[in-house]
Nanobody, 123 residues
Framework: QVQLVESGGGLVQAGGSLRLSCAAS????????MGWYRQAPGKLRELVAA???????NYADSVMGRFTISRDNAKGTLYLQMNSLKPEDTAVYYC?????????????????WGQGTQVTVSS
């Protein structure tokens, strides 16, 4: 069984910073791409940033230059450093990780989601 546990959300004033973490644990064989998504009230879930197994990254235009995604492969942990936060960054943030497990001798890949962590930026 695989679990993703997120931490680091909270309330911050505009211009402030937060760092989100997402730790993967369980019967993991391998981890591929990892990413952060967010969903604001009344809006669709959107991709914020992603990082592949080679540590190549891509970002939504709205967070480019303010957010930094990183990963620690040894710890199976994903991070999102968020600087210069704006009220429009307010949302529930979810991590998404592509994980393979071995079941009955077969390697299976699937996406796993974290439980979500609330980020609120006050003006």
């Amino acid at each position: 069984q695989v679990q993703l546990v997120e931490s680091g959300g909270g309330l911050v004033q505009a211009g402030g910073s937060l760092r989100l973490s997402c730790a993967a644990s369980g019967s993991i064989f391998s981890i591929n791409a990892m990413g952060w998504y967010r969903q604001a009230p009344g809006k669709l879930r959107e991709l914020v940033a992603a990082i592949n197994s080679g540590k190549g990254t891509n970002y939504a235009d709205s967070v480019m230059g303010r957010f930094t995604i990183s990963r620690d492969n040894a710890k199976g942990t994903l991070y999102l450093q968020m600087n210069s936060l704006k009220p429009e960054d307010t949302a529930v943030y979810y991590c998404n990780v592509q994980i393979s497990t071995v079941q009955a001798g077969t390697t299976k890949w699937r996406d796993y989601w974290g439980q979500g962590t609330q980020v609120t930026v006050s003006s």
